[in-house]
């Protein structure tokens, strides 16, 4: 059975870091993409083979989606912190084409990220 566990969330303070995880278990993802949500919005998209990247607009040039291939796990970090990166954070894998809120083969249960201002 294939899984998605996220942690690393909590509270911090506008400006802070935190450091999300996404251990993927039951299978192996080489041909998948993995992505972070908020929202129901887009975050940021890895592929686990060529670790190319794409983010939204709005974390670009403060969060970095990363994975470690030996370790199936997906991460986001996520530095210079705003109050509205308030939100729920889930990760996501789809087969050959990045995930999105709609179209995915996984999704994970969610973390939550508090931004005090």
């Known amino acids: 059975q294939v899984r998605l566990v996220e942690s690393g969330g909590g509270l911090v303070q506008a400006g802070g870091s935190l450091r999300l995880s996404c251990v993927a278990s039951?299978?192996?993802?080489?041909?998948?993409?993995m992505a972070w949500f908020r929202r129901a919005e887009f975050v940021a998209q890895i592929s686990w083979n060529s670790?190319?990247?794409k983010y939204a607009d709005s974390v670009k040039g403060r969060f970095t989606i990363s994975r470690d291939i030996a370790k199936n796990t997906l991460y986001l970090e996520m530095n210079n912190l705003k109050p509205e990166d308030t939100a729920v954070y889930y990760c996501?894998?789809?087969?050959?084409?990045?995930?999105?809120?709609?179209?995915?083969?996984?999704w994970g249960q969610g973390t939550q990220v508090t931004v005090s201002s």
């Open positions: 670790g190319s990247t």
């Open positions: 996501a894998a789809r087969k050959f084409l990045p995930p999105t809120v709609n179209d995915h083969d996984y």
């Open positions: 039951g299978q192996t993802f080489g041909a998948y993409y």
